[in-house]
């Protein structure tokens, strides 16, 4: 299963004095990072922070945004830098702490991440990215019950959040449940109809109920929408090691 945590801007513009020129740098940075364009948004961040017209509050906000520009890139060590500097101006942003978490999981330095997440909380307990993230922290461990439980609070807080019920479902896969991870499966599902990653999920849940033809059914289906994913042959190998 791939590890895809949640990743938030912190979009704060409180400018007091500001001057039209300096403002329009940090909204084209916004720009550019809702548009994808990674390597623009950190020039135009970059601008803005030296520009030095925000307030304490917006220049952490920026400096947190400028870090997911860089996660987003692949500079991760980069990101967590930004994001250092982003706590170290306002030490409550529990944004920062969720995406520095995000940055030592993609370097796959779980500890770390599991240890910002819970910072995080303590800030905001109805922090449902949080939640999810270090869910997948811990799945990524192999502490599949402490996983479970921030997937099942993560939902709580947002019952919207597909990704948290197909991560749930695979874990309940791997700890021997598997109707409850079939009716995960089937919900994420509902929710995002032509997820590749759900139908893997839910053709281990399959797999484990001894429905082999619908567990090949949902591989196949999953490699035509990303053939990136293994074949259904491949997969099964895998799946009897799981058993």
């Known amino acids: 299963m791939r590890l895809i945590a949640i990743t938030v801007l912190s979009f704060v513009l409180a400018i007091g004095g500001a001057r ?12 550019a990072q809702e548009g994808g364009d ?7 961040y970059t601008r803005c922070i030296t520009w030095g017209g925000q307030t304490r509050e917006s220049l ?22 930004d994001y250092d500097e982003a706590l170290r101006l306002d030490p409550s942003q529990a944004v920062a702490y969720n995406n520095r978490g995000n940055a030592y999981i993609d370097k796959g330095d779980y500890d770390r991440a599991i240890a910002d997440y819970q910072q995080s909380l303590r800030l905001d307990l109805k922090y449902a990215s949080a939640w999810y993230n270090r869910g997948i922290a811990y799945k990524a461990k192999g502490d599949h019950d402490e996983a479970i439980k921030d997937f099942t609070e993560a939902i709580r807080l947002d019952p919207t959040n597909a990704r948290a019920y197909n991560n749930r479902c695979w874990t309940y896969g791997l700890t021997e449940r598997p109707r409850d991870a079939l009716q ?8 995002r109809p032509d997820d590749a990653a759900t139908l893997d999920s839910r053709a281990l849940a399959y ?4 429905g082999h033809d619908q567990a090949r059914q949902d591989l196949e289906r999953a490699r035509r929408l990303d053939p990136s994913y293994p074949t259904w042959q491949e997969r099964f190998r895998q799946f009897k090691e799981i058993e």
Not at 184 to 191: P, V, W
């Open 20 to 31: 039209a020129e300096g403002m329009i740098e940090c909204y084209k940075a916004q720009g």
């Open 207 to 210: 797999w484990l109920l001894d």
């Open 184 to 191: 995960d499966c089937n919900e994420s599902l509902r929710l």
């Open 60 to 81: 952490a906000g920026t400096y947190n945004n400028r870090g997911v520009a860089y996660a987003d890139k692949g500079e991760y060590d980069r990101a967590i830098q």
């Open 38 to 44: 990674h390597a623009l948004a950190i020039d135009y």
